[in-house]
């Protein structure tokens, strides 16, 4: 299993069209074959800060969702609203503790 981590900076006043394309397309991410989990967190101290954290069967799944139409439908509406390049980490979970 992979895990994908992206940092997202918004410009402020661009957030809510960033939340309305997320609501939008979340599940369809979700669905996409190879993504077993995702989640979406805000920074506490930072608001126009996002994460998107999800999990994908293989660097495989996560390239084919990468080169998808949905992937383009979404990041075509979501770049123009940043207000920093985005970071992005693929990394390996090594423990879960519940």
């Known amino acids: 299993m992979l895990v994908r981590i992206v940092k997202l900076s918004f410009e402020p006043s661009k957030i809510e069209?960033?939340?309305?394309?997320?609501?939008a397309n979340k599940e369809k991410i979700?669905?996409?074959e190879g993504c077993s989990f995702l989640?979406?967190?805000r920074d506490k101290n930072m608001p126009n800060i996002f994460f998107t954290y999800s999990y994908w069967n293989s660097e495989d799944d996560l390239?084919?969702?990468r080169h998808s139409?949905?992937?383009k439908d979404v990041w075509s509406k979501t770049k123009p609203l940043f207000n920093a390049k985005?970071?992005?980490w693929s990394v390996n979970k090594l423990a879960t503790l519940d």
């Not at 069209?17 to 609501?23: A, P, Q, V, W």
């Open 39 to 41: 989640e979406l967190y």
């Open 86 to 88: 985005p970071e992005a």
């Open 30 to 32: 979700r669905a996409f």
């Open 17 to 23: 069209k960033f939340l309305i394309n997320f609501e």
């Open 69 to 71: 139409e949905l992937f």
């Open 63 to 65: 390239n084919t969702y």
